[in-house]
């Protein structure tokens, strides 16, 4: 369902989300990640927030979506090391020129 910084005080669903810590992990060892987010009913502030809370977790990372935007709006973001930016870049824009091209921008 998304991005969080840290564990809420009730942990019911809490395996849906993607923590700070995780992140962080996943990243560090050399991973790139895709966080599937449910923008629901976020304004533009809340969103805003989320991803500035993904750069405040991992700094050194280059941020890229992509909303699908079907039925409901579901935004991934690409979490990825610099030095492959430009490969990502490649492949999402082949990807949006596909059949899928009407559902994601």
Avoid at 29 to 52: E, F, H, L, P, Y
Avoid at 59 to 64: G, V
């Amino acid at each position: 369902n998304g991005f969080r910084e840290s564990l809420p005080k009730v942990v019911k669903d809490h395996v849906k989300y993607c923590y700070a810590n995780e992140l962080r992990d996943y990243f560090d060892s050399g991973a790139d990640v895709v966080i599937n987010n449910n923008k629901g009913t976020r304004t533009g502030v809340q969103w805003t927030n989320t991803m500035s809370s993904i750069k405040k977790t991992v700094p050194s990372a280059r941020l890229m979506t992509m909303d699908f935007r079907k039925e409901h709006q579901c935004i991934y973001v690409f979490v990825i090391h610099p030095e492959r930016e430009k490969r990502y870049e490649k492949l999402l824009d082949t990807f949006l020129h596909t059949n899928w091209k009407d559902m994601f921008s």
